[in-house]
DNA sequence: AAAACATTTAGGTTATCATCGAAATATGAA
DNA sequence: TTCATATTTCGATGATAACCTAAATGTTTT
């Protein structure tokens, strides 16, 4: 008779290491076809379509149809966590190459998580809101101080148009990297999505790094006083 | 080329469901036996002998021989979050019976997670501490004020005490079944076992649970302001 | 030294499941 | 309607790994 949450039914899904590569791919956030994730973990439509009911059936993915297209992307938030929260414990990739360590380097320095931002980027934004009183960590969230909603303003974020109903408005979650918290949540996206906007930063191609641009570079030291060296590309 | 850390690796070890069973076994940070584990996981001695060399070799579990025997437990708190972790987004546990439904309520209302206190009991000491200003959140752990070493120590914890070189002195730690953070390391152990050596709280034979004694119902009240319904044994 | 106990190693069996190609289904474009 | 594209279903194959019994190793007790 057993009392605990089934872990090794999730476990099982995230066992095997094609859909290890799937999930991997879509910890970014975004949505890709079933075909896309197939060219992406090397193996056949038919094996990727089975691996891809499975991962939905466990939840940990979500279906939207498009067309004759079907696009897969992470059933919700939570499931970014425990993905890089296994990480904290899971053995780093053994480095073959110099152009792999430097793609290691680039995204522990700055990277997405789910939709927000991780790395040594996300976990030093984060202490420095806090550090600044903008956000305040209270019963396991963030909360925003009355300052702190006069500051999102001015950075380009409206506190009141968070659909909270729909999401934890903002949660820290732990980054593998840096074994520090970051922020998660509706407050965790808008601020990496305005870090886009303003052109504070550039994404990667292959990976889920990101990078500084020197307009960004100068704005989180001037803004936040993050001194952070400016990843070379 | 891969750059993320290999957490399929970590997902396979917890995949089969009588390594899972041993790792569950062991979520209360006890040591145990092989044979005794072979017993809980109802396989047979070199069955559980090699599930275990698979867990010491992934940096799962660690081992000490004490005489013939040879004692398994968690390797370090870690472990034991990303397991909770993973809780979050399994399926809970088929309810089958009323005796199953009842263990499932203690497990809910008080456990131990590792070395301290999980469950509704562990959430409410921990936000009953934050609330008191005994301790505060920051960067990612929680730290000690100066109103609360005084606490502690009228508590009977002597901060001084903490070996904050071997071990993270005090950081949260996500409830599986809360939803949100209880207190976990150093201090969280230190806090639990403060919990038994006053008689606080009693130990369930079987599963991971706790039950709050008469005078620990009164205390963690007066106290710590918590209400808690006194769960029947 | 011998017997008892705890655990691991070795060898063989079986079940599960990832994989592929081919065929089937579904949707969009011509 | 017909063709092209995207995805799923089906059936067969092969590899992995969990499991057991029996034997071997190591440790304590008598």
Redesign the interface.
Known sequence: ?????????????????T??IIL?SLMNGQSLPASELAYMAKVSHSTVSAHLSKLVDG??LVVEQHGRHRYYRLANE??A???E?????????EV??L??SS??KQ?RHARTCYDHLAGELGVKVT?AL?DKEVII????EFIVSDKGEKWFLSFGINIKEANIKRRIFAK?C?D?SER??HIAGWLGSAIATRFFELEWLTKSEK?RAVYLTEKGSKAVQEQLGIGLEKELV
Chains 1, 2 share one sequence.
């Open positions: 008779m057993n009392v605990y949450p089934n872990i090794s039914y999730i476990a099982k899904l995230i066992a095997d290491s859909r290890a991997e939840n940990l939570e499931v966590e425990v993905l929260k296994l990480g904290t414990i899971a053995p780093a990739v073959r190459s152009r792999q793609q290691l995204v202490q806090i960590l209270k019963e396991g820290p732990l593998w520090r918290y990976t």
